[in-house]
């Protein structure tokens, strides 16, 4: 059993791996005119828009 401790957390992350089908900077600057920007009031956006596309 891992007990999940800042070291565990460091060795086992996820962030930052990418995927062949990741947009490049031209492609993602090409689409976020179409992204529609977070709603106002209520809990802020903490979700990467990039990410989900």
Known sequence: MVTWTGIAR???SREG???PSDMMDGE????VPFVPPAKRGGRPRT???REVV
């Open 10 to 12: 460091r060795e086992h």
């Open 17 to 19: 791996l990418r995927y």
């Open 28 to 31: 993602w600057a090409l689409i």
């Open 47 to 49: 979700t990467d828009m």
